[in-house]
């Protein structure tokens, strides 16, 4: 029996009937795994062996996008705070429903943050010597992550929720939830879990595709909410309420802005180290182009939609991005990286590509 069926329970400030509490609900029952005990119940062996086994090149390309997804975790969690405080807007009902969601969803992303984290250090050591630096406390994100669109994206996704949660207006808000729950979690981590999938099949990492497999379920239902709270924006403004005039508008443009990072990083990943493992870099573009129908289009159905801008777009970035040395901005990035921690940059970024 659920929760709300049960008749000898009551409530007066939380509306049970809520699609938020629906959420909240859900993140108590499905984002209750525990990390730490994820590595003790399946330890780390058998992804270590996996790993010795790995090529240079292989390993290079598993360390270019856990390090994306290092940093993007990492900073996620850390504007988790702000997710609070945004849900807490009269522009967003002030809703109690909304605002105990919140509490759910920041716990979440804190503990994708230390599942990576435990991994990177442990398993992919070799590649990955030294990761102490906080991005939000005068570091930097790790070298890889600075050698692609992913840094960008991160440094744009923070800046607009800060607004938002400032005391934004609607468009704020919009559009700090099309960076963080459209374009970061939407395209840019579902996309990564496609090139993932692709390279697990050539290099099966147990533990790190179990802690994929939880983190994309948490994440699922943090694109809903982005979806539920770009909705009622664009409902409000459909209904000419002043306050929210403008919102379609700028759901389009961040999610265009955003657009580029993402293909950037894609590209870093696959196509950019001629792809040991098979990511595939055209399918996932092909992948990205479904995503962004379904949610820019299908759902919310944006009136500035136009179908063929992802395509013209991914192409731009791509074609950049094949003209862009990412070897050498890594090799810069671990400079700046060491002068930090006073380390040598053979101790910040070794293997792979980036260290030949």
């Known amino acids: 029996m659920s929760f709300q069926d049960m008749d000898a329970v009551e409530t007066g400030r939380v509306d049970t009937d809520s699609k938020w509490f629906e959420l909240y ?48 975790e990492h900073a996620v969690a850390e504007d988790g705070r702000r997710i609070i405080e945004q849900m807490g807007s009269p522009y967003l009902d002030e809703s109690i429903e909304k605002e105990m969601y919140a509490t759910v969803f920041a716990m979440t992303e804190a503990k994708h943050t230390q599942f990576f984290d435990m991994y990177i250090n442990t398993v992919m050591d070799d590649v990955f010597p030294d990761t102490h630096l906080d991005i ?39 559009r700090a939830a099309t960076t963080y729950h459209m374009m970061v979690e939407g395209i840019a981590a579902r996309g990564g879990y496609f090139l993932k999938n692709n390279m697990m099949a050539e290099s099966p990492l147990p533990l790190l595709n179990k802690g994929f497999q939880f983190v994309s379920t948490d994440e699922g239902r943090h694109v809903t909410h982005g979806l539920e709270l ?47 493992l ?47 040395d990412y070897d050498g901005r890594i090799e810069h990035h671990a400079a700046t990286y060491a002068r930090k921690l006073d380390l040598d940059e053979t101790d910040v970024v070794t293997g792979g590509v980036a260290d030949d």
């Open 25 to 72: 609900q859900k993140g108590i029952e499905l984002g209750t795994w525990d990390a730490g005990k994820l590595v003790e119940q399946m330890g780390v062996e058998e992804d270590k062996a996996v790993w010795a086994s790995l090529e240079p090149e292989e390993k290079e390309q598993w360390a270019r996008l856990i390090a994306a997804f290092v940093d993007l």
């Open 136 to 174: 939000r406390r005068g570091g930097q994100p790790l070298p890889r992550t600075s050698a692609c669109g992913m840094s960008k994206l991160g440094e744009r996704q923070g800046a607009k929720m800060a607004l938002a949660a400032n005391g934004g207006d609607p468009v704020d808000i919009a």
């Open 230 to 276: 770009l909705s009622e924006l664009l409902e409000k403004e459909r209904a000419g309420i002043p306050e929210y005039q403008g919102v379609d508008e700028a759901i389009w443009e961040e999610s265009l802005a955003c657009l580029p990072h993402v293909i950037d990083t894609a590209y870093f990943v696959s196509a950019a180290m001629d792809d040991p």
């Open 278 to 324: 098979g990511a595939d870099f055209d399918g996932l573009i092909q992948r990205g182009m479904e995503l962004w129908h379904a949610q820019f289009k299908e759902t919310l159905d944006l009136e500035h939609y136009a179908p063929n801008t992802f395509s013209q777009v991914a192409q731009g970035a791509a074609n950049e991005a094949d003209e862009t």
